[in-house]
């Protein structure tokens, strides 16, 4: 259980420093969790419903998405405690062509690059905590296959490996960021190409019938991150300073021609 580091202990959360490696990066994430009961959980299935009809293309065509998600009032009847658990991506950490890319180059790689890490670190808890996974996005489980729900069907052809998002049951995921973490969710504005958000956050939810301790919780959480296969150890203190040091509007090789970034992260 050595790769992760605490940061700041603000909001009685713990948060903690874990690093990821890709085949061309390494990126520290911060990882916040909390336990809270479910029945404090933000809840308006209808509100949840409509905006994922009116702005989301997945609507009625994903097998994790409205209308085939379950409804959360149902879900904590079963399950009354929630971990609520978010990874935050500084976009200072952001790769340079990835940051002077599109809007949909920026929101993409948030997705490809956290996405697949917060579904099996959410599994991983699951099968330790004897939980269920409410998940930080769409259902990809079907992997490079189509989902069977885009193709019109009705019926998943993988039940067993079948995540749902959290927001699609009910969950306000703003709100609870806001209440439990006092931590806002950010994200990049296609009408503003110039705004960069501080920071993108992925949130899920772990949802048992039993009370965790804070104790074994703090242990779980780290520990299934920690067994991802792109979990990465800095070898020494000076290089975990070097990672979290980094930001690309620093670097040399980012140009950003005539537009500019606020550098104080207008919102």
Same mark, same amino acid.
């Given at each position: 259980?050595?790769?992760?580091?605490?940061?700041?202990?603000?909001?009685?959360?713990?948060?903690?420093?874990?690093?990821?490696?890709?085949?061309?990066?390494?990126?520290?994430?911060?990882?916040?969790?909390?336990?809270?009961?479910?029945?404090?959980?933000?809840?308006?299935?209808?509100?949840?419903?409509?905006?994922?009809?009116?702005?989301?293309?997945?609507?009625?065509?994903?097998?994790?998405?409205?209308?085939?998600?379950?409804?959360?009032?149902?879900?904590?009847?079963?399950?009354?405690?929630?971990?609520?658990?978010?990874?935050?991506?500084?976009?200072?950490?952001?790769?340079?062509?990835?940051?002077?890319?599109?809007?949909? $180059?920026?929101?993409?790689? $948030?997705?490809?690059?956290?996405?697949?890490?917060?579904?099996?670190?959410?599994?991983?808890?699951?099968?330790?905590?004897?939980?269920?996974?409410?998940?930080?996005?769409?259902?990809?489980?079907?992997?490079?296959?189509?989902?069977?729900?885009?193709?019109?069907?009705?019926?998943?052809?993988?039940?067993?490996?079948?995540?749902?998002?959290?927001?699609?049951?009910?969950?306000?995921?703003?709100?609870?960021?806001?209440?439990?973490?006092?931590?806002?969710?950010?994200?990049?504005?296609?009408?503003?190409?110039?705004?960069?958000?501080?920071?993108?956050?992925?949130?899920?939810? $772990?949802?048992?019938?039993?009370?965790?301790?804070?104790?074994?919780?703090?242990?779980?959480?780290?520990?299934?991150?920690?067994?991802?296969?792109?979990?990465?150890?800095?070898?020494?203190?000076?290089?975990?300073?070097?990672?979290?040091?980094?930001?690309?509007?620093?670097?040399?090789?980012?140009?950003?021609?005539?537009?500019?970034?606020?550098?104080?992260?207008?919102?």
């Amino acid at each position: 259980m050595q790769h992760v580091y605490s940061t700041d202990n603000t909001n009685n959360v713990n948060p903690f420093w874990y690093f990821h490696k890709t085949s061309k990066n390494i990126y520290p994430i911060e990882i916040g969790y909390k336990q809270i009961l479910s029945l404090e959980v933000p809840y308006n299935k209808q509100l949840t419903n409509e905006a994922c009809k009116k702005g989301c293309n997945l609507f009625a065509r994903n097998g994790g998405c409205p209308p085939y998600s379950p409804d959360f009032a149902e879900i904590r009847d079963w399950y009354p405690y929630a971990q609520a658990i978010y990874a935050r991506l500084f976009t200072r950490f952001y790769p340079p062509k990835v940051a002077e890319g599109n809007f949909y $180059v920026r929101w993409n790689f $948030v997705d490809a690059l956290m996405a697949r890490m917060m579904t099996r670190t959410g599994k991983y808890l699951c099968n330790f905590l004897g939980g269920i996974l409410l998940n930080a996005g769409h259902c990809t489980e079907c992997g490079a296959k189509r989902c069977a729900f885009k193709e019109g069907e009705r019926t998943c052809r993988n039940p067993g490996k079948r995540t749902f998002s959290l927001e699609s049951t009910g969950v306000l995921a703003t709100n609870l960021m806001k209440q439990q973490f006092n931590i806002p969710l950010l994200w990049f504005n296609k009408k503003k190409p110039d705004y960069f958000p501080e920071y993108m956050i992925k949130l899920m939810l $772990v949802l048992t019938k039993q009370e965790i301790p804070l104790d074994t919780l703090s242990i779980w959480v780290r520990h299934c991150f920690n067994s991802l296969p792109n979990a990465y150890t800095p070898p020494s203190q000076s290089e975990k300073e070097k990672l979290l040091a980094r930001d690309w509007r620093k670097s040399e090789i980012f140009t950003i021609g005539k537009r500019k970034v606020d550098e104080k992260y207008e919102q």
